[in-house]
């Protein structure tokens, strides 16, 4: 099977961005904005898998590392967008705090 993925990446200051730049080049990925590529990936059952095993076979990873592929497919008639980590985890988001809160409370 074959599937349209977007993926995103942080590597850090110091991170394997040679092996990662390699990777996206050998499956003709097309740049998408800073840190986001898209692509097509041959896959034989499990796509987040065997991108994750494809990669680490690939790039030295290092604690702090994150891969988050998006994909898109037809479910039950409909488009379905959605993602994941398949490498590392998600992080407090840099915007929050900025919304304006309801919280009227007194503290003590």
């Not at 990446?9 to 040679?18: A, E, H, M, T, V």
Request: hydrophobic share 30%; proline share 2%; charged share 30%.
């Amino acid at each position: 099977m074959e599937q349209s993925i977007w993926i995103s990446y942080d590597l850090g200051i110091k991170g394997d961005y040679s092996g990662l730049y390699r990777w996206l080049d050998i499956h003709k990925a097309k740049e998408c904005g800073n840190n986001v590529a898209f692509l097509r990936f041959k896959y034989n059952t499990n796509l987040a898998e065997e991108i994750k095993r494809e990669l680490s076979e690939n790039i030295e990873f290092k604690s702090g590392d994150r891969i988050y592929i998006i994909t898109s497919k037809l479910i039950e008639g409909k488009q379905a967008t959605s993602g994941q980590f398949i490498i590392g985890n998600r992080k407090a988001s840099p915007w929050e705090g900025y919304a304006p809160t309801e919280d009227n409370s007194t503290d003590f």
